[in-house]
Each structure stands twice: as C-alpha cells, then as structure tokens.
C-alpha cells in the first residue's frame, strides 16, 4: 500500500469517528479509537511508539513518544485542542526527523469541522505528491 493510501485510510477513519463522536474529547480515546479502526481495514498500527533520541552519543530511549505509527509509514500525531499551534506542527516534524519516516499527520479532533484539524507534514525538501484530499494544510 502506498503511503497516500494510508493517509487516505487515516483520514477518512478519522473523519467518520469525528461525525460520529465530535470534538472535545480526550485524545487518548480517540487515538484507542482511530487504531481500532484503521486495525479493522487490515492496516499494521502501532500505539504510543517510543523514538529514542541520542544525546552525546548516549541514546534516550523514550524520549518521545508517536501516536500512532501507520503500516511503519505514515506517523500520526493526535490532539484534541481549540486550535493547533506553531509548537504542535514543530512537535510533530521533530518526531518525524526522529523516525526516520517521511510522511505525518497531525489530526486534531477537538475542531468543529475536522477537516481544518488535518494537517500533513513531510520530513524532506522535496514533498512527495499528495492526493488533493491531504493538501489540507501546509507546515509553515
């Protein structure tokens, strides 16, 4: 499966646990949700992954910790806030240059309409092509 389809995947599984739940909950249950789902459609999903980090040649195991990590390609950050803030893409692009994926998305569910808590964030200079679906938003 190619990493737009899995973007696919996640979003629209996203976006029917958005319409059927709304916003405001805790991420936690989203995130349970959203890899219940995306497990349904026979996609390999693991939940609070650690990316170590390394430090003076030291590694730091856990020093962060993915959502989500789709088929080992596609990262998948969860908020449910008011709005996502410079510092949550920021967050998201560290934890991407850490995995050494190339592709995330950073969905928060606590929007009205969850298509503008949508955004793709890539790890290199020259973007891959995306579907028109996942040009939602740009990082900054």
């Not at 003076?56 to 969860?78: M, P, Q, T, W, Y």
């Not at 949550?88 to 969905?107: D, E, F, P, R, W």
Request: proline fraction near 4%; include cysteine; aromatic fraction near 4%.
């Amino acid at each position: 499966m190619e990493t737009n389809e899995i973007s696919d995947a996640v979003v629209d599984s996203a976006m029917r646990i958005h319409q059927q739940l709304g916003p405001c909950l805790l991420e936690s249950v989203y995130q349970r949700i959203l890899a219940y789902e995306l497990r349904k459609e026979n996609l390999e999903v693991e939940s609070e992954v650690p990316i170590p980090d390394e430090w003076d040649g030291h590694v730091i195991d856990e020093s962060f910790r993915a959502d989500l990590i789709v088929e080992n390609r596609v990262l998948v950050e969860l908020k449910s806030v008011e709005s996502i803030k410079p510092v949550h893409k920021k967050q998201t692009l560290t934890y991407l240059k850490l995995s050494t994926l190339q592709v995330a998305l950073l969905i928060n569910f606590g929007t009205a309409l969850l298509k503008d808590g949508i955004h793709r964030i890539v790890n290199s200079k020259e973007k891959p092509s995306a579907s028109p679906r996942l040009r939602v938003r740009n990082l900054q």
